[in-house]
């Protein structure tokens, strides 16, 4: 795991991935990060009714050589932020005012994008960046909420000029894949990491030779398998209804940095397209 990652955010994140018996260490650690910090391995995997091996097994899956190496993770994550894991301030209750139910979705929200900050990894951004500026053509796939996402993303990229397409429809989305080579780039958006259609496609495009960049929440889900770039988003566990709003928020957050990352360095190239297309824009206005 980068250290740069938070470790409480990426157990969130790899959670999906993790054995029965791990969930049961993660479940423990999560409840009670600032005690496990004092505890040897032995007290762990008492507390959370698995052995020691477990608890071992499970840090390595974190990418940690030892528990002492998570442990040492572990406090500089909790020293350096004020931790915020009830997720019962943000429940929405017929009794809330309207203020009272604005300041739980914005705050629920804030968290989501904090969570995000924590989970990336700027060396996996950095690959990113650099494969969306050298990428012949930039194919974006994803299914139901995903795809509107990709469609977003899809229009910020083209009004600077670069070729970039994003179908809805399945099988569209399979042909294109088809017909991508190594000069490509494919990005697959999926919350899950395990939508059976995303998967299929990227699994197309890669035989077809194109680079494949996946954002999702999930690390370790299938679409991580696939990826040769992998960039993460926060999600908390959802307390609103209508939990697709704060993925796509997450989702948006992520691909936004990329975008600023991408036209950063290639501004001076792009203004000419960007200028083109804003004034193409602009020329549709009353």
């Known amino acids: 795991m980068n250290e740069v990652i938070s470790v409480l955010s990426f157990i969130k994140s790899t959670y999906n991935s993790l054995t029965k018996s791990e969930k049961k260490v993660a479940d423990f650690i999560l409840a009670n990060p600032q005690d496990v910090v004092y505890m040897p391995i032995s007290e762990v995997s008492t507390n959370s009714s698995v052995g020691d091996t477990t608890v071992l097994r499970f840090c390595k899956k974190l990418g940690f050589n030892t528990y002492q190496d998570f442990k040492l993770s572990l406090v500089q994550d909790i020293t350096s932020k004020e931790l915020n894991n009830n997720i019962d301030d943000f429940k929405?209750?017929?009794?809330?005012?309207?203020?009272?139910?604005?300041k739980k979705v914005i705050g629920y929200d804030m968290g989501i994008l904090e969570e995000t900050?924590?989970?990336?990894?700027?060396?996996e951004l950095s690959q990113a960046k650099d494969a969306v500026i050298n990428a012949n053509r930039i194919a974006i796939f994803g299914v139901g909420a995903s795809?509107?996402?990709?469609?977003?993303?899809?229009?910020?990229?083209?009004?600077?000029?670069?070729?970039v397409s994003c179908h809805?429809?399945?099988?569209?989305?399979?042909?294109?894949?088809?017909?991508?080579?190594?000069?490509?780039?494919?990005?697959?958006?999926?919350?899950?990491?395990?939508?059976?259609?995303?998967?299929?496609?990227?699994?197309?495009?890669?035989?077809?030779?194109?680079?494949?960049?996946?954002?999702?929440?999930?690390?370790?889900?299938?679409?991580?398998?696939?990826?040769?770039?992998?960039?993460?988003?926060?999600?908390?566990?959802?307390?609103?209804?209508?939990?697709?709003?704060?993925s796509k928020i997450a989702q948006m957050s992520i691909l936004d940095i990329l975008?600023?990352?991408?036209?950063?360095?290639?501004?001076?190239?792009?203004?000419?397209?960007n200028a083109i297309t804003s004034r193409a824009i602009t020329e549709t206005m009353i």
């Open 117 to 123: 900050l924590e989970l990336i990894d700027f060396e």
């Open 92 to 102: 929405i209750t017929k009794e809330d005012s309207l203020e009272e139910l604005a």
């Open 147 to 163: 795809a509107l996402t990709g469609l977003d993303v899809a229009l910020k990229f083209m009004r600077i000029g670069f070729s």
């Open 259 to 273: 975008y600023h990352a991408v036209y950063r360095e290639v501004s001076e190239k792009v203004s000419k397209h």
């Open 168 to 246: 809805i429809e399945l099988h569209a989305q399979m042909m294109y894949a088809a017909l991508l080579n190594e000069k490509d780039l494919a990005i697959g958006i999926s919350f899950s990491g395990s939508s059976k259609d995303t998967n299929k496609v990227l699994n197309i495009a890669k035989k077809a030779g194109a680079k494949i960049l996946c954002i999702t929440h999930h690390a370790n889900s299938p679409i991580t398998k696939i990826a040769d770039i992998t960039l993460l988003h926060g999600a908390k566990e959802d307390p609103l209804q209508g939990g697709n709003f704060s």
